[in-house]
C-alpha cells in the first residue's frame, strides 16, 4: 500500500468534505450574499493543477479521483452562485418596485365640490343620479381630455351590454391615483377599468422615472388583489407630436402592462380604428342574441376613436388661434 497515495487521497476528502455542506447551505439560503465567487474560483484552479500534475506525472489511481470528485463538487457551488444572484436580483427589482405608503397628516380636505372636483360631462348631467350608479361597471380613468369623452352616449350607440362610467378627472395622475380611487370609485366593486394615466406626470417622469413606474404598478397590483376578476387595459399617452419624453413613458406604460399581464392599448393606432365598422359589428351581435361581454381593447379603441377625431382636434384648433 502506498501510504503517501493514502495521506493525500485523506487530506483532500477532509478538505472536499466541507463543499457538499456549503452547496446545501447556500441552496436554502436563497441569496448569493456572502458567497466570495473569487475564492470558488480559485479553489476549482487549485483542482485543476492538481488534476494536470497527476496526469502528467501519469499517477492514475484512486487520489486522481478524489481530485475529480471534490472538483465536481465545487463546481456545484458556481450554478448555486449564478442561480442565488440572479433571486438576489429578483429580490432586489421586487423591492424597487413597491411603495411605501404615504402618510399625510394633519391636513384636513374642505374641498368645494364645484371649485375643487371637475366632473366628466356624463356627470354633469347626472349629478342627482349618481347615487344610483350601479355596480360591477367598467370605470375610465383619465384625466382632462378623457373627461369629454361621452362615455354613456357611446355606450348606448355601440350597443355596451354592461354600464360604464367617466371618473376621469383633470389633475389625476399616478401619484394621486390610488387615494382618488379608495376614496370615491372603489365602493362601486368596478368589474373593469380603463387607465388612461400619464398626462400630468411628465414632470415626475423626467426627474425620476422609478417613482412613476412604482404608482402606476402598486396601483395595478392593488387593483388585482382586490379583485381578481377584475379586467383591467392601460392606455398609452397620446403622442402625435411624436414627444421623446412621451414615447419613453409609453415604452414604461407598455412594459408595466406586460409585466402585469393586463391588456396595452396603443393610442398611435387611432387613426387606424374605424369605429362606424365597430358599430356594424356591434349592432350584428346585439341582434344576434350575443352576450358576450366587448372586451376592453374594443371599449378603448371606441371611446378614443371618439376622442381623437373630436376631442383632439378641438385642442389643436385652439393651440392654432391662440
Known amino acids: 500500500m502506498n501510504f503517501a497515495h493514502l495521506f493525500e487521497a485523506s487530506m483532500l476528502i477532509c ?10 447551505k447556500a441552496y436554502k439560503a436563497r441569496t448569493a450574499k456572502g ?5 470558488i474560483i480559485l479553489i476549482i484552479t487549485g483542482y485543476i493543477a492538481g488534476i494536470t500534475a497527476k496526469i502528467i506525472n501519469g499517477q492514475f489511481n484512486y487520489v486522481l479521483a478524489v481530485y475529480f470528485i471534490n472538483l465536481a463538487i465545487v463546481m456545484m457551488n458556481i450554478f448555486i452562485y449564478i442561480r442565488n444572484k440572479s433571486l438576489d436580483k429578483k429580490a432586489a427589482l421586487a423591492n424597487e418596485l413597491k411603495v411605501s405608503k404615504i402618510n399625510i397628516k394633519g391636513i384636513e380636505e374642505k374641498e368645494d365640490v364645484m371649485t375643487n372636483y371637475t366632473n366628466s360631462l356624463d356627470e ?3 349629478r342627482k343620479s349618481k347615487a344610483i350608479e350601479k355596480k360591477n361597471a367598467v370605470i375610465l380613468l383619465g384625466g382632462a381630455k378623457d373627461m369629454d369623452i361621452p362615455v354613456a352616449n357611446l355606450a348606448k350607440d355601440f350597443n355596451f351590454n354592461f354600464p360604464i362610467y367617466n371618473k376621469s378627472e383633470k389633475n389625476l395622475s399616478v401619484s394621486s391615483i390610488m387615494d ?4 370615491r370609485i372603489e365602493a362601486s366593486k368596478p368589474e373593469g377599468i380603463l387607465i388612461h394615466l400619464g398626462e400630468n406626470d411628465t414632470s415626475l417622469f ?20 382586490a379583485n381578481r376578476t377584475c379586467r383591467i387595459a392601460v392606455v398609452s399617452v397620446d403622442n402625435q407630436n411624436n414627444d421623446k419624453t412621451l414615447k419613453l413613458m409609453n415604452a414604461h406604460i407598455k412594459a408595466i402592462a406586460e409585466a402585469e399581464k393586463v391588456s396595452f392599448i396603443s393610442l398611435e393606432n387611432a387613426k ?15 341582434n344576434m342574441g ?20 373630436n376631442v383632439v382636434e378641438i385642442d389643436h384648433s385652439e393651440n392654432k388661434t391662440a
Open 15 to 24: 478538505f472536499g468534505f466541507s463543499w457538499p455542506l456549503n452547496v446545501i
Open 35 to 39: 458567497t466570495s465567487l473569487p475564492f
Open 124 to 126: 354633469l348631467i347626472n
Open 180 to 183: 382618488f380611487y379608495l376614496n
Open 206 to 225: 423626467t426627474s425620476d422615472p422609478s417613482s412613476f413606474d412604482n404608482y402606476y404598478l402598486n396601483f395595478i397590483e392593488y387593483l388585482k388583489r
Open 272 to 286: 387606424l380604428w374605424n369605429p362606424e365598422a365597430t358599430k356594424a359589428a356591434s349592432e350584428f351581435a346585439y
Open 290 to 309: 350575443l352576450k358576450i361581454r366587448k372586451p376592453l381593447r374594443d371599449v378603448a379603441e371606441i371611446l378614443y376613436s371618439y376622442a381623437y377625431n
